[in-house]
């Protein structure tokens, strides 16, 4: 069949019809073709009386088909394939919405729609509308069996339809097209409604001076908002450094800065109250020193004595009266007498409630961020998609800039290393013979390991009775009294090391298990060290300092384990990975450099951090001490683990590292300190020459004092020495509590279990269901896959 020849129709301009600003909104998408064919129609026999004609076109080779045949598809202008109505239409139904389509297909699909919109505003139907009121043709070329015109013409109209929409609904069809940004945004423009007055007069520039003024002030408002949030992205604390460290390292490596985040965020809560109600206003209302002072000679910050004794960073500074001026202290030790009129603040009660409530609250938001670690960390369910969710949905389309881009390139990939070692573990069984090796080479490295712990406990003991012996030390010998925290902390740094090199022998299979075991084992040499410490000061030092300050003491001796154990981290880090990199570089001449010691350098945080919490009550400015340790450590190890260490050569998940260290953090260390702490307030006599409870014979009387005073106040108070009496001398509540919370914890754990049942059960129904779609099954057809394969997936990503 041979192929009509295309016309060119050119068409003299007229004027607009009045009415043709207001375009009516055609029915549906067949009308609107039937009413322009109509139109064409029309206006080729309007032509045709003005006796215009028709010039005849010779049609292009590449629109001829080789044999004709009707069912072939025919080429546009630029060789695009154009395809009929129909085909647009089946098209169009399929799930892929640009699967063999053409633009101008799209075009006409959401003209097709922003039809349907304002067809349900009541705009008049094509039909009943009068022919000045439909849409001209006149300002067009004509150009009859043309594609690009008929994508014009429905561009055109798809414009107009924008127009009549809402600006709200008009966003939500542009953003749904599937086409470019440049066209998107072309057809924004173009289909922007004109503005009032206002818009014209903003382009002749006859603004008013108050229309000005308010623009800037929007506009002002609008970047400062912006520049806000942007500030708040920048008081996330080392939030870019931590995404390098994750995605060079690994998220193993990233758990011990993020616990040094949280460390950091607990000394913080801690440090407030303690400068508010006890530092400041000690300082605030200094007393009457009781000797001359020694001058500052810089030794003091490695001793922690000297001057600082005279200061408010220790106990027996802090004064046994009720706030107001200075008044001297009696030489006989009896309780200083305030003058008349002044404030009711007593500061044995401020310094006892202020460190109560601060324990409190640390505790409560310690249990917190480990139940939350817990809910994040152990979901409920399984892991079985992960890896592919890794791989196709981990990228941030919105990332533009080139080193967020390769940063988390980076990240994506060692997450898919990270998943792939952890698959790889799972597949790997031995043989009955290999585990009975191995359970014998385990039970040899933990008889080393426990006589290395018992040998270092030993050591601190013998050391620790030879310095009771030499005391009392005068002013002039006081850097002897380093020589305990030296040999704490030499012991603390090489039994670590000799638990690596015993560590080598067992060989485990999983990274995670390498690190729980090294974990568990400086875990215990540390903790028995600080027990045999805290029997040292309250059972031998209480003794042969009766008539000293002894809690000064105490809290010089955990000042000086803070200084030397800070100063043997660095020195750790130094020796251990500076020169161990430069060391196996240019003499033996490897390539590869250290690995980051995660179990040793989280215990080193945990073990200041229990010093921390066991020194407060001596020392009320540990945590800010604490503090600036933690910022020097964070930035000191990010420059020497970029520099001097590798990421793991055995790369692993450290899904549950984060929840193991606040565990460990908080039973451990956090209730060992608080046990001491209640121990020291509860049993031991304070002194009689210094501090706030110098007239007691507990800490804990100057609760009772208080309340036997409020006894005689009057009835207006009555209520608080019954809460005290009833609930805080009185065990019953105690026990009640404590059974209550219980309770909770048990029926949580009920209800985790019964979601985790229940999951189960729904996944073994999802199995039967698959496998009675299979050929064999009862229901037959074609039999699904239980869950996607790891293998294929974990292929891909190793190439991406």
């Not at 014209?200 to 408002?221: E, I, P």
């Not at 010093?611 to 933690?630: D, N, R």
């Not at 065990?731 to 209550?740: E, G, R």
């Amino acid at each position: 069949m041979s192929q009509s020849p295309a016309f060119v129709l050119n068409v003299l301009e007229t004027p607009e019809d009045p009415e043709g600003s207001q375009e009516p909104s055609p029915y549906d998408e067949s009308e609107v073709h039937d009413s322009f064919h109509q139109l064409i129609q029309e206006q080729s026999r309007w032509v045709a009386e003005e006796g215009l004609e028709l010039q005849q076109r010779q049609p292009e080779t590449g629109a001829l088909g080789a044999s004709g045949s009707d069912h072939e598809t025919m080429l546009g202008p630029e060789g695009a394939p154009v395809y009929s109505m129909a085909t647009l239409r089946i098209l169009a139904s399929m799930p892929s919405r640009t699967i063999g389509r053409s633009r101008g297909a799209i075009i006409s699909q959401y003209y097709s729609r922003t039809v349907k919109l304002r067809r349900r505003a009541g705009r008049p139907q094509l039909r009943d509308m009068g022919r000045s009121a439909r849409p001209s043709l006149r300002l067009y070329d004509l150009e009859l069996d043309s594609a690009v015109l008929e994508e014009e013409e429905k561009r055109g109209l798809l414009v107009k339809e924008l127009q009549g929409l809402t600006a709200a609904q008009r966003d939500h069809m542009l953003r749904g097209m599937p086409l470019s940004l440049a066209e998107k945004r072309g057809l924004r423009e173009e289909s922007r409604p004109p503005r009032g007055k206002h818009r014209a007069q903003w382009h002749r520039g006859l603004l008013s001076c108050c229309d000005q003024l308010r623009d800037s002030c929007v506009l002002a408002s609008h970047n400062l908002g912006l520049a806000l949030l942007s500030g708040l992205q920048a008081l996330m604390p080392w939030h870019y450094a931590l995404k390098r460290i994750g995605g060079r390292f690994g998220s193993s490596v990233l758990s011990y800065f993020l616990f040094l985040k949280t460390l950091l965020a607990f000394n913080t809560l801690l440090l407030p109250p303690l400068l508010a109600f006890i530092v400041g206003v000690q300082a605030a209302f200094p007393p009457a020193p009781t000797g001359p002072v020694p001058a500052f000679t810089g030794l003091e910050l490695l001793t922690g004595g000297g001057y600082f004794t005279h200061s408010v960073m220790y106990y027996g500074y802090y004064s046994n009266a009720t706030l107001n001026q200075p008044c001297a202290s009696p030489l006989d030790g009896s309780q200083c007498t305030p003058e008349a009129g002044s404030l009711p603040y007593s500061m044995p009660l401020a310094y006892l409630f202020t460190l109560g409530a601060a324990f409190f609250i640390t505790c409560i938001t310690l249990v917190y961020s480990m139940s939350r670690s817990f809910g994040e960390s152990y979901r409920v369910g399984s892991t079985s998609g992960v890896h592919a969710i890794t791989v196709f949905c981990s990228w941030d389309y919105k990332v533009t800039q080139r080193w967020a881009t390769r940063l988390q390139h980076d990240n994506i990939r060692t997450q898919l290393k990270e998943l792939l070692a952890e698959w790889q573990s799972r597949q790997h069984r031995r043989s009955a013979c290999g585990q009975l090796r191995r359970v014998a080479v385990l039970g040899l490295v933990w008889l080393l390991c426990l006589g290395t712990t018992l040998g270092c406990t030993l050591a601190v003991y013998t050391f620790s009775e030879l310095m009771i012996k030499q005391s009392p030390v005068s002013a002039e010998r006081e850097a002897v009294l380093l020589l305990l925290p030296l040999v704490v902390c030499l012991l603390n740094l090489g039994g670590p090391y000799l638990f690596r090199i015993l560590a080598a022998l067992e060989r485990h299979d999983s990274p995670v298990l390498e690190v729980y075991v090294a974990i568990c084992r400086n875990l215990i040499l540390k903790m028995v060290t600080l027990g045999i410490l805290c029997y040292h000061w309250l059972g031998r030092r209480v003794g042969t300092l009766k008539d000293q300050c002894w809690e000064n003491f105490v809290g010089q001796e955990l000042y000086r384990l803070m200084v030397m154990d800070f100063i043997f981290t660095l020195l750790d880090t130094l020796l251990g990975e500076l020169v161990w990199r430069l060391f196996s570089e240019k003499q033996l001449k490897r390539k590869g450099k250290p690995e980051f010691d995660i179990a040793g350098n989280v215990l080193e945080l945990i073990y200041g951090q229990t010093l921390t919490w066991l020194g407060v009550l001596f020392s009320p400015l540990l945590p800010a001490m604490q503090i600036i340790k933690l910022l020097l450590l964070f930035y000191i190890k990010k420059a020497s683990l970029m520099a001097n260490c590798q990421a793991p050569r055995r790369p692993w998940k450290a899904s549950h590292m984060s929840t193991v260290f606040i565990s460990l953090l908080c039973f451990p260390s956090f209730l060992g300190a608080a046990v001491f702490l209640c121990y020291a307030v509860w049993q031991v006599k304070p002194s009689s020459t210094c501090g706030p409870f110098r007239t007691l014979d507990t800490m804990y009387e100057a609760g009772k004092v208080w309340v036997r005073r409020l006894e005689k106040a009057g009835p207006r108070v009555s209520w608080l020495p019954w809460i005290h009496r009833y609930l805080v001398e009185d065990t019953f509540p105690i026990y009640l509590v404590s059974a209550l919370l219980l309770a909770v914890i048990y029926l949580n754990i009920q209800v985790v279990k019964g979601q985790r049942k229940v999951i189960c059960l729904l996944k073994e129904q999802i199995s039967n269901e698959l496998k009675d779609s299979s050929p064999g099954g009862p229901r037959g057809g074609q039999r699904l896959p239980p869950r996607l394969s790891t293998g294929p997936v974990l292929s891909l990503g190793l190439l991406v």
